[in-house]
C-alpha cells in the first residue's frame, strides 16, 4: 500500500489517464469501431520524448471536423467557476475538432456557466449540465478534507452520471491549462484500444464500482485514515490492480506542486502539452520554472474570449443558438454610415460572467432593496465608498476585458472593506467594441437582483447613510407590494469637492446646500434632468409627494425588480435614464419623492463617451436618430398615449 | 509574360518560398551539411494537405534547442514598426528555437525597435539592425508605385546586406500573423535542400542580381509600364526562370486579398500557418472568413507581450542582457514582507514604445519647449483640451496594456483634434504590476523630449493658451541658454468645475480667484506643495523673481531637457514630484517663478492610487519608507548640503 503524501504526485500523474481508462471501460464493450485485441503501440519510456511527438505521431490524429471530442469537468462553486474558463479558453484556443463539455456542476456553477457559454456563443461547442447533487450521495460516505471536497471524489463516480450513449470521454481537473490541440490526447484513446479492451474483461468480472469501494473501505480500515481524496482512493486502487493502468506520457500532465517530481520528465520534453496547477498555492507555487508556466496560464487567463467565437475552420458549421442570424446582421450594416458605431455596439453580444466572485444571496425578506449599478475601470475605486453607505445587498455590472477582470479580482481581494462583503454580487460583461453598452450593463445587474425591490442608481452617487433602512421602512410604510406600479425617487445632489464631510441628514445636506458647497444635480448643465423631482417642495416634504413625468426627467428611483428593462439602444453617452423613465411613465408608474432619501454624486473627469458627445457633431447626431428611433417604437407600443414624448422631444429640439 | 493584375496573389504565394530559395541559394554552397543531389521529398499537391500535416512530418523538424532559426523583416516608419511587433509576437509565441532577427531598417524604425526588444528581454531572441539607407540606391533606380514603396523592393537585394555567414533565412513581410511554429517552415529548407541545389548551378551561372535586374529593365521596357512593385518583378523572374520556384504549400501563405484564389486552398487544409495581410484594406478585407482571420490577427495584436518572455523550456537559457540579475533581484524579494508590491514594481522593467504613432520632430529651435506628462487610459479625454492649449511639441507617456494600445489608437484615428497634430510624440508603456510607475513614465517621456527645454506637467493640468508663447519668450529674454540651472516655476491652479471659461489672461484668472470660481491648486488638503511659488506675491509681480525651496514643494516647471532625471523608486501615489524638486534644488537649480505663467488642474475622481494611500495605512507606511531611502541616499551623494531635506522631513513627521 502506498503512503499517502509523497505519491499523491504520482497518483495525479496517472489520474488523467486512469479516468480515461475508467470511464471508457464502462462505455467501451458497445463501441464495436474498437478493434479487439490489437497491440498497444505506445510502450515506449515517455521521457524519450524529446523529437518525437511521442504521444500523438500527427498521421493519427483524427480528422479535424468529423469527429466531435468529449470533455467531462466537475466544477462547483464560484472560483471554480473562474478557473474553468481559463482551462475552456485553452482547450478551444489550440482545438480544431468539435468539443463538447459535459460539466457537472452545482447550481452556482451552473448559474455562471450557463449564462457564459449562452453568451459566448462559440461555434462547434456543445455544452451539457448535470448535476452533482446526484453524484453527492455516492460518495459522501467518505471522509475526506482535500480542498476540493466531495466534488473531487465525484470523478470516482462519473460514469453513472454520464449518459450510456457517450463512449469516450476525457476528464480534466478545472486547475490545468492546456498548450496543445486536446484532439492528441483523445488520439491516446487509439493507441490504449487495445490494452484497454484487454483489460475490460478482468474489469467486468468485478466492477469499477465495487473495486473502489472495497479499496476505499479497506484504506479507511486498516490504515486508520480518517479522509481520503479522490487520488489516495486511484493509488490504492492502481496498487491492487496494476494492470488497469498504462502511464500516460509526463508531456501531459506536467504537475506544479512543490514536491513532483515531474521535472525530470519536462526538462526533457520537446513540448509540454497539459499543465497541472495541482498545488493548493496556485499561481503562487514556488517551483524554478514557475515563470514559465505561470505566462503560459496568463496567456489564457488573460485571452479575450471573444476572439474564440471563430469558426472550426474548414468545417460545415455548427453555430449557436442565434449567432447565424447575429452574424448575418452585423455583415449587413454598411460600414460607411456615420451611426455604424453605434449599430455595430446595439448588436454586440457580450460575454457575460455573473456573480464573478463569491457572493451570498440575501434572505429572502419582503421589503428589501438591492442597489443596482454599472461600471468600468476607472470607477473601481468608488466601491469601498458605495460599500460604507449601502450596507445592503448590491447587484453590479462591470465592463470589463479579460486581464481587467483579473486586475479587479486582485483590488477586491486586497480591499479589506471589499473581500468583507458577500452581499456584493459583481457580474463581470466582456468588452467589446468602442462605445460604452450602458443600458445593456444596467439590465445585467437588474437581473441579477435578487430582493423584491432594486435602487437603480449610478457608481459615482453615495447614498445617504441611511438610505439602505429608510428605503425598506417606506417600502413597508407605502404598502409598495400591494401597488406595484411605484417608482420612489431619491432626490440627486452632487458636489464639487474631492473630499467633503457627507451629511449625515436631511438638516445637515440643506446647511451644505445652502452654503453652496452641495448643489442639486447638473443644476447648471441640465436641469431639466431633475426639475420634476421639485427641490424646492423637497425642502420642506414631511411626507412623500407625487410628481408628473416631463421632458427629460432622469431621477434615480426605487421600483419593483420585475419593472421594465433598459433599452439597449442606447449605448454611450446620452438619453440612456430618460428613456427608462419615459417607459416607467407609460407604464403609468406613479413617481414618489421621498422626503428623507438623497444621493450625492461625487466630481470625477468626464467620461471618454461624455467628451466624444461634446467633441463630435456625428455622436450628437447618432444619438438624436436613436431618440427618434426610439420614439417611433413607443407609439407603435403605446399608440397616442405616446404623442406627450413625442410632443416634448419636439419642443426640446426647436428649443435646441 | 504575366500580366500585372491578377498574378499579383500566385506572385505573392510564391514570394516567401523565393525568398527563401534566393536567400539559400547565394549562401547555400557554403554549407556542407545539406547533401547535394538528395531529392525533393514534398513534391504532393499542396491541395491535399487534408489530414497530413503536409509540410512538416513532424519527425524532421530540427531539434528544440540546438538550431537558431534566422528570420529577416525590411520594416521602415512608424506604421510599419507597429505591425512587425504583432508578427513577432505570433512568432514567439509558437516558436521552441533560439530566434535571429534580421532588421533591415530606417532611422525611424531602428530607434522604436531598438527600445522595444531592449525593454523587451525575450530570452534566446537575438536581434540584428541593418540600415535600408545602404539598400536604397540598389533599387532606387525601379520606378514604383506599391503602398510598401522602396522598402518593399528591398527584398530583391537583401543578400547584399545579410552577413556572408548566414546560410539561410526567412524574409517576411510585416504584414504576415503566424499560427504555428516558424520551425516547421524552416523544416522546408531541409526537404527542399535538394531541388534547390539542383537549381543552383543554373542559378550561378547567370548571378541572381544580373537575373532579376535584365528581367525588370526589359519589363519596364517592353511593357511600358511606369512602375513595378516587388512581386511584378518576381513574377517575371519566375516566368522566365520556372526552376527557380517551388510551390510553397498554401497554408504557409494564407493571402488576404480580395482576388486571392487562396480560398481553394485553405478550405481543405487541416492546419493554417500563416496568414498574409496582404490586401490594402488590411484588417477590414471584405472575405467571407475575415472574422476567423481576423481574431487570429487580434490574438497576437491584444497579446501581453510580457508574456512571452518565456524561457525556451528545457534549453540551456540565454538570458537578455539584464534579465537574469533582474529576475535574480526578483525572485530574492520577500513576498510577505509588508512593501512587497512597491519592491516588486520598482524592479520591474516595462516594455517601451517609443512614437506609437507617426510623429515629426520639431524644427530646432534654440528656445523650444516641450510639454512632458504622462497618463492611463482614463485620462485619454485630456488630450484635445491639452492639444488645444499647447500648440507646441508635447512627449507623453501612456501607460497601457496591448489591448488598451489598440484601443488608444482609434482613439486618435478618430479625433480630427489629435490626428491632425504630428508634433505631439505617444510613448507607450505597457502595464505589468498594480502600482503606476509613475517616475519610470515621466522619465521615458523626458527621454524623448527634443527641444532644449520641456515643461514637466501633469495630465490634469491645461496651460494658459498663451504659455507656450509666453515660455518661449521668457527662456530668450532671461537668457537661459547661459544660466543653465534654472527652473522657471508655472503657477498652478484648480477648477472643481467640469465646465467652466478658461482664463484668457492673468487679468481674468485673479477674477476668477476672487469670485472662488478658482482656487490655488490643493489650497485646503495640501498647501505646503505650492506655498512657496508665493501667490499673493505672484498676483502683484511684473517680473520674474526668484523662489526658495521648502518642504514638500513641488511646483511645475520649466528646465533644460538635461535636468535631473525622476527617482523611479516612487511608485503609486504620493511624494514623485516632491523627490525631483528636492533633487533639482540639491543641484543649486534657482527657482524663478513666471509673473504672466499659470496652468489649471481640472477635476476629475481620484486615482485607484490615491485611493489606496488613503485607505491603507500599510501603503502610507510604504510610502514613509521609500522617502527615507530617498534621503538616505541623498545624504550619501550630497553629503552635509542634504541635511535641510531630512531636517524638513523629520519635522514634517513630528507634526504628522
Not at 491549462?177 to 490526447?185: G, M, N, Q, R
Not at 486586497?414 to 439590465?443: E, I
Not at 454611450?572 to 408608474?589: C, M, P, R, S, T
Not at 466630481?603 to 455622436?619: K, M
Amino acid at each position: 500500500m502506498l503512503p499517502r503524501g509523497r505519491p499523491r504526485a504520482m497518483g495525479a500523474a496517472v489520474l488523467l489517464l486512469l479516468l480515461l481508462l475508467v470511464v471508457g471501460f464502462f462505455l467501451f464493450g458497445r463501441d464495436p469501431d474498437y478493434g479487439l485485441g490489437t497491440t498497444a503501440t505506445l510502450d515506449e519510456d515517455p521521457y524519450r520524448s524529446r523529437n518525437l511527438s511521442a504521444s500523438s505521431p500527427q498521421l493519427l490524429l483524427p480528422p479535424k471536423c468529423e469527429v466531435m471530442l468529449h470533455v467531462a469537468i466537475v466544477c462547483a462553486g464560484y472560483n471554480s467557476s473562474r478557473e474553468i474558463i481559463t482551462l475552456t479558453k485553452s482547450l478551444l484556443f489550440y482545438r480544431k475538432n468539435p468539443l463538447h463539455l459535459h460539466l457537472i456542476t452545482d447550481a452556482v456553477a451552473r448559474n455562471i456557466l450557463e449564462t457564459l457559454f449562452r453568451t459566448w456563443m462559440v461555434p462547434a461547442v456543445v455544452v451539457s449540465f448535470y448535476d452533482a447533487e446526484e453524484l453527492k450521495p455516492l460518495v459522501s460516505w467518505i471522509p475526506n478534507k482535500h480542498y476540493s471536497g466531495l466534488y473531487g471524489l465525484m470523478k470516482l463516480v462519473l460514469p453513472s452520471i454520464l449518459p450510456p450513449s457517450l463512449a469516450r470521454v476525457i476528464v480534466l481537473d478545472t486547475d490545468v491549462t492546456f498548450s496543445s490541440d486536446i484532439v492528441e490526447l483523445w488520439a491516446l484513446f487509439d493507441h490504449f484500444s487495445g490494452v484497454i479492451l484487454l483489460w475490460l474483461d478482468r474489469l467486468q468480472q468485478t466492477g469499477w464500482e465495487q473495486m473502489w469501494k472495497v479499496t476505499a473501505k479497506r484504506e479507511l480500515l486498516t490504515l486508520m485514515a480518517t479522509s481520503l481524496a479522490d487520488q489516495d482512493i486511484f493509488n490504492a486502487v492502481i496498487k491492487e490492480h496494476p494492470h488497469l493502468v498504462h502511464p500516460l506520457p509526463c508531456v501531459w500532465n506536467v504537475q506544479l506542486s512543490d514536491h513532483t517530481r515531474a521535472e525530470r520528465c519536462y526538462l526533457e520534453a520537446a513540448d509540454l502539452k497539459v499543465i497541472h496547477w495541482n498545488s493548493p498555492k496556485k499561481l503562487r507555487v514556488k517551483n524554478k520554472h514557475a515563470e514559465f508556466f505561470r505566462n503560459l496560464h496568463l496567456t489564457f487567463l488573460g485571452y479575450d474570449g471573444k476572439l474564440l467565437r471563430r469558426e472550426l475552420f474548414g468545417c460545415p458549421n455548427q453555430f449557436p443558438p442565434g449567432a447565424e442570424q447575429l452574424q448575418q446582421a452585423l455583415t449587413q450594416l454598411d460600414e460607411e454610415e456615420p451611426c455604424f458605431e453605434f449599430r455595430q455596439q446595439q448588436l454586440t453580444v457580450h460575454r457575460v460572467h455573473i456573480t464573478f466572485l463569491p457572493h451570498q444571496p440575501p434572505p429572502p425578506q419582503p421589503h428589501d432593496v438591492t442597489l443596482v449599478a454599472q461600471l468600468s475601470m476607472d470607477r473601481l475605486q468608488m466601491l469601498e465608498a458605495l460599500c460604507r453607505h449601502w450596507p445592503g445587498p448590491m447587484s453590479l455590472a462591470l465592463y470589463l476585458t479579460d486581464e481587467e477582470a483579473q486586475q479587479f479580482l486582485h483590488f477586491v481581494e486586497t480591499s479589506p472593506v471589499l473581500s468583507m462583503r458577500k452581499d456584493v454580487a459583481y457580474h463581470v460583461v466582456y468588452r467589446d467594441g468602442p462605445l460604452y453598452p450602458v443600458n445593456q450593463l444596467r439590465n445585467v445587474a437588474l437581473a441579477q437582483a435578487l430582493t423584491p425591490y432594486v435602487f437603480l442608481s449610478d457608481i459615482d452617487f453615495l447614498p445617504a447613510y441611511s438610505l439602505y433602512d429608510y428605503l425598506r421602512a417606506s417600502i413597508e410604510q407605502l404598502e409598495l407590494d400591494s401597488r406595484r406600479k411605484t417608482a420612489l425617487v431619491v432626490p440627486a445632489f452632487e458636489t464639487l469637492h474631492y473630499r467633503f464631510s457627507f451629511p449625515n441628514s436631511k438638516a445637515e445636506l440643506l446647511t451644505l446646500l445652502d452654503a453652496g458647497s452641495l448643489h442639486t444635480f447638473r443644476y447648471h448643465e441640465w436641469p431639466q434632468g431633475h426639475s420634476s423631482t421639485d427641490y424646492s417642495r423637497w425642502r420642506e416634504a414631511q411626507a412623500p409627494y407625487s410628481v408628473q413625468w416631463s421632458a427629460d426627467y432622469e431621477p434615480y428611483v426605487v421600483v419593483p425588480r420585475d419593472c421594465p428593462r433598459y433599452d439597449p439602444r442606447f449605448v454611450g453617452f446620452g438619453w440612456n435614464k430618460v428613456a427608462h423613465i419615459i417607459e416607467l411613465d407609460a407604464q403609468e408608474y406613479e413617481f414618489l419623492v421621498l422626503p428623507e432619501a438623497f444621493s450625492i454624486h461625487l466630481p470625477h473627469a468626464p467620461s471618454l463617451d461624455i467628451s466624444r458627445f461634446r467633441s463630435s457633431p456625428t455622436y450628437r447626431n447618432c444619438l438624436q436618430a436613436l431618440k427618434e428611433e426610439f420614439h417611433q417604437d413607443l407609439s407603435r407600443r403605446y399608440g397616442s398615449a405616446a404623442l406627450k414624448y413625442l410632443t416634448a422631444l419636439q419642443q426640446a429640439r426647436s428649443r435646441a
